[in-house]
Structure formats: C-alpha cells, structure tokens
Nanobody
Framework: QSQLVESGGGLVQPGGSLRLSCAAS????????IGWFRQAPGKEREGVSC????????NYADSVKGRFTISRDNAKNTVYLQMNSLKPEDNAVYYC???????????????????WGRGTQVTVSS
C-alpha cells in the first residue's frame, strides 16, 4: 500500500486545467524522486512525469510535454502536477510514487513495486 496520497482530480472540459497534489504523511518525501503515472480504462499504467528530489531535473512523456508541469514544495512535503490544455485522452486515474534516481535523473520505475495508492480520477469531457 502506497504511503502517498493523491488529490486534485475532477471533471473538467477540454482545454481546461487541474492541479494534482501528491502528499506524504508518514515519510519525508523530499529525499525521493517522485513520478506521476496514469492508467486509463483498458490500458496499462504509463509514466507521465517525474521530478528529482531537489527539483533540479524533470521529465515528461511526449504526450504531455508543453501542457503539464511538475513541481514540488519540499517544505510542504508535496509534489504537484499542473495540467493545462487537457484533452479527452488525458482521462485516467493518476497516481504518484517514489521512484529511482539514476545519474541525477529521475527514472519512471517505482522503488516499491505494486504499492499503488487510490489515485485521483481525472475526467476530461464536454
């Protein structure tokens, strides 16, 4: 079971925006790279974006580049995913996870395999 809690999802029209939050209540999230993942109905879970512990390096899936921005506030023990220009294909349950860091870059592989939380549902529909 994940110790991270996702929030901020909801229903939004195409072209709209949402900001997701990933918070940790039990451990200090600031030591870890964090990744956002999503899973649409009938599809495999995919990596969306990640950020290193310092925030100095980020990465994005091609499908969200230029529309999504990942950030973190280590003082608040929270990582954010700002999603703009949302499209129906962004419909999914979004999850966050602590992920590996390799050579100062975040790698979209969870440190603890299979420990997914409840996620937060994002629905883009008119």
């Amino acid at each position: 079971q994940s110790q991270l809690v996702e929030s901020g999802g909801g229903l939004v029209q195409p072209g709209g925006s949402l900001r997701l939050s990933c918070a940790a209540s039990v451990f200090a999230l600031n030591y870890y790279s964090i990744g956002w993942f999503r899973q649409a109905p009938g599809k495999e879970r995919e990596g969306v974006s990640c950020i290193t512990s310092s925030g100095g390096s980020t990465n994005y899936a091609d499908s969200v580049k230029g529309r999504f921005t990942i950030s973190r506030d280590n003082a608040k023990n929270t990582v954010y995913l700002q999603m703009n220009s949302l499209k129906p294909e962004d419909n999914a349950v979004y999850y966050c996870q602590a992920i590996w860091t390799v050579q100062a870059m975040c790698v979209m592989t969870p440190i603890i395999a299979g420990a997914w939380g409840r996620g937060t549902q994002v629905t883009v529909s008119s």
